[in-house]
């Protein structure tokens, strides 16, 4: 790994001081930010301290170029295949035959230039991006934070068969495509924190966690039964949007419900609880956060009996 990373960051130094003169406009590669990350990139190794220098030159007040307006000459790569080390234990390869660096974008940087590419997993936060870039075949993890993603297209993350963790927080996303993540054979993990998306895609029933908190849901921004065959379904968070009512029906591996700052005004006795068989125990839903809603969940006593714990919300 280590060994790995000192290619990486070699290139993307290498890269950055070789390209830069000769071009008209400069490219900045994303800045490492490595308290975002869950490896901890100062704890490696470096032997050449010399990378540090370089990484500090760049990254102070470069100038910055918006991603989608580079367009670099036709015919001259960004980056000639001699130049590129093939490393045959690499972590990430892409069976395109693009190797270390990732597949590339038409006229854009290769995507493990741009972003960092660790094992499977694909960091590119904060690097403006305006649409999800192509990613290497291998990805499992895809971060793409505090960016400026539009819209996820049916053709993003399609044939993605080995991703896990899809985080775009913090973008400007109003629409994802409605086939867009359905057929991602393994995805989990959906983090669309922060964002402008008034409608929730269709999504697999492999899910775990989704978190759409922070977006514009309003009464049909959840279609109904959309959670019904997730039956690894954990954690659902939909804080602040505009939900009128609870999404029906909720799985019985639920944890946690967070639905604090919508406009829910209604409550069925039957919400979480089963009222023709009073031995119904919903053991696992013990975090259910109705606060700062319209409901007063004191008209409805039964609605609680077979959970742990009453919810979170105005119980006068
Ligand atoms: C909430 O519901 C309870 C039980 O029906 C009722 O006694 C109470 O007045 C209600 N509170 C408000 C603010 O409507």
Same mark, same amino acid.
């Given at each position: 790994?280590?060994?790995?990373?000192?290619?990486?960051?070699?290139?993307?130094?290498?890269?950055?001081?070789?390209?830069?003169?000769?071009?008209?406009?400069?490219?900045?590669?994303?800045?490492?930010? /490595?308290?975002? =990350?869950?490896?901890?990139?100062?704890?490696?190794?470096?032997e050449?301290?010399?990378?540090?220098? =370089?990484?500090?030159?760049?990254?102070?007040?470069? @100038?910055?170029i918006?991603?989608?307006?580079l367009? @670099?000459?036709?015919?001259?790569?960004?980056?000639?295949d001699?130049?590129?080390?093939?490393k045959?234990?690499?972590?990430?390869?892409?069976?395109?035959? &693009?190797?270390v660096?990732? @597949?590339?974008?038409?006229g854009?940087?290769?995507? $493990?230039?741009? !972003?960092? $590419?660790?094992?499977? &997993?694909?960091? !590119?936060?904060?690097?403006?991006?305006?649409?999800?870039?192509?990613?290497?075949?291998?990805?499992?993890? %895809?971060? /793409?934070r505090?960016? +400026?993603?539009?819209?996820?297209?049916?053709? *993003? %993350? /399609?044939?993605?068969?080995?991703l896990?963790?899809?985080?775009?927080? &913090?973008?400007?996303?109003?629409?994802?495509d409605?086939? /867009?993540?359905?057929?991602?054979?393994?995805?989990?993990?959906?983090?669309?924190?922060? #964002? +402008?998306?008034?409608?929730?895609p269709?999504?697999?029933?492999?899910?775990?966690?989704?978190?759409?908190?922070? #977006?514009?849901l309003?009464?049909?921004?959840?279609?109904?039964?959309?959670?019904? *065959?997730?039956?690894?379904?954990? =954690?659902?968070?939909?804080?602040?949007?505009?939900?009128?009512?609870?999404?029906?029906?909720?799985?019985?591996?639920?944890? &946690?419900?967070?639905?604090?700052?919508? #406009?829910?005004q209604?409550?069925h006795?039957?919400? %979480?609880? #089963?009222?023709?068989d009073?031995?119904?125990?919903?053991r696992s839903?013990?975090?259910?956060?109705?606060?700062?809603?319209?409901?007063?969940?004191?008209?409805?006593?039964?609605? =609680?009996? $077979?959970?742990?714990?009453? @919810?979170?919300?105005?119980?006068?």
């Amino acid at each position: 790994m280590k060994t790995f990373v000192n290619l990486v960051l070699g290139l993307f130094i290498v890269k950055a001081i070789v390209a830069a003169p000769s071009r008209q406009v400069r490219q900045t590669p994303g800045r490492y930010d /490595a308290s975002n =990350y869950d490896v901890d990139l100062e704890k490696l190794n470096f032997e050449d301290q010399d990378i540090y220098e =370089y990484e500090d030159e760049l990254t102070i007040d470069e @100038p910055q170029i918006e991603i989608g307006t580079l367009t @670099p000459p036709v015919g001259e790569p960004l980056l000639p295949d001699e130049e590129v080390p093939l490393k045959p234990h690499t972590p990430v390869q892409s069976t395109g035959g &693009s190797g270390v660096l990732g @597949p590339d974008a038409q006229g854009d940087l290769p995507t $493990c230039l741009l !972003c960092t $590419c660790l094992g499977g &997993s694909v960091y !590119c936060d904060d690097v403006k991006l305006e649409t999800v870039p192509p990613l290497p075949k291998e990805t499992t993890h %895809f971060y /793409a934070r505090y960016n +400026k993603i539009k819209k996820i297209h049916k053709s *993003d %993350f /399609a044939e993605m068969n080995k991703l896990k963790r899809i985080d775009v927080t &913090s973008n400007q996303i109003t629409e994802i495509d409605e086939d /867009a993540l359905r057929s991602l054979p393994q995805l989990e993990e959906l983090v669309v924190r922060d #964002n +402008k998306i008034r409608q929730l895609p269709e999504l697999p029933n492999t899910m775990t966690l989704i978190d759409v908190s922070h #977006n514009k849901l309003g009464g049909k921004g959840i279609k109904n039964e959309a959670f019904k *065959d997730m039956n690894n379904l954990l =954690y659902l968070y939909v804080t602040d949007n505009s939900l009128d009512h609870i999404p029906l029906p909720l799985p019985h591996t639920l944890r &946690s419900l967070h639905l604090q700052n919508n #406009n829910i005004q209604m409550m069925h006795e039957d919400t %979480f609880c #089963n009222l023709k068989d009073i031995n119904y125990i919903r053991r696992s839903l013990e975090d259910v956060r109705l606060d700062a809603n319209p409901i007063n969940l004191s008209r409805t006593p039964q609605a =609680y009996i $077979c959970l742990p714990r009453v @919810p979170t919300g105005r119980l006068y």
